[in-house]
């Protein structure tokens, strides 16, 4: 709870990356994060106007960009494509020549391998 900005967003970057690094840590959840609802607005993430403060900025960098996965390539010559992705919920398209063939993935903890094969 500090009026300084850049203090919240260091604050919220860093809070956020140890929680992520820790096993036993399998969600967060920030409840003050609109000035318009909270009496502490020095603790909110987005003003009342709806543009995000600092630490806004910090949580969807984390979010939507450090802790997301985006990736795409082509296979090798075997046909296999290997790429490492955050846990979670995944749709994944695969496309030769006009074909395509959409899956949904789960990656979990344990780093099993998914098999596609193109129908």
Do not use: C
Request: net charge negative; hydrophobic share 35%; no cysteine.
């Amino acid at each position: 709870d500090t009026p300084d900005e850049q203090l919240q967003a260091d604050f919220t970057r860093d809070f956020l990356t140890a929680a992520f690094s820790h096993p036993a840590i399998n969600g967060i959840v920030h409840w003050e994060f609109w000035d318009r609802q909270e009496e502490r607005k020095d603790v909110s993430l987005w003003r009342a106007d709806g543009t995000p403060r600092a630490a806004g900025l910090a949580w969807i960098d984390m979010v939507s960009k450090t802790w997301w996965t985006n990736a795409d390539g082509e296979t090798s010559a075997d046909g296999t494509y290997s790429t490492r992705g955050f846990y979670g919920d995944y749709e994944v398209t695969v496309s030769t020549g006009s074909r395509n063939q959409t899956v949904k993935l789960k990656l979990q903890p344990g780093g099993a391998t998914q098999t596609i094969s193109l129908q």
